[in-house]
């Protein structure tokens, strides 16, 4: 057996509870899931699900920043000011007056 993967535990908390749904998954990611289980690397089946489900939103989430960044680089408005920022805070940092 390889080495322990400690679990997280669900709770549910005051400002986020936990709520039923009902999913529907293929047989072979149940069974992946049910091994995971039993393998312990992860507390419950609803446990694993939810993990799964937060990093999907994470990588989203994560897409949507870098595309918005994407946006801004191709505005030039954008790219005028943060380089006249930019340039501002190096005089500042070279500056020897201290």
Same mark, same amino acid.
């Given at each position: 057996?390889?080495?322990?993967?400690?679990?997280?535990?669900?709770?549910?908390?005051?400002?986020d509870p936990l709520r039923k749904m009902t999913l529907q998954l293929s *047989?072979?990611?149940?069974? @992946?899931?049910?091994?995971?289980?039993?393998?312990?690397?992860? &507390?419950?089946?609803?446990? =694993?699900?939810e993990d799964a489900v937060r990093e999907k939103l994470r990588e989203k989430?994560?897409?949507?920043?870098?595309? *918005?960044?994407?946006?801004? @680089?191709?505005?030039?408005?954008?790219?005028?000011?943060?380089? &006249?920022?930019?340039?501002? =805070?190096?005089?500042?940092?070279?500056?020897?007056?201290?």
């Amino acid at each position: 057996m390889g080495p322990v993967i400690p679990v997280r535990r669900r709770r549910s908390h005051p400002n986020d509870p936990l709520r039923k749904m009902t999913l529907q998954l293929s *047989e072979s990611v149940v069974q @992946a899931i049910r091994a995971a289980v039993t393998n312990g690397e992860a &507390a419950s089946a609803n446990v =694993f699900v939810e993990d799964a489900v937060r990093e999907k939103l994470r990588e989203k989430r994560r897409a949507q920043v870098y595309a *918005e960044y994407e946006l801004a @680089a191709s505005d030039p408005d954008y790219m005028r000011d943060l380089n &006249a920022e930019t340039s501002a =805070f190096d005089s500042t940092l070279s500056d020897d007056s201290g």
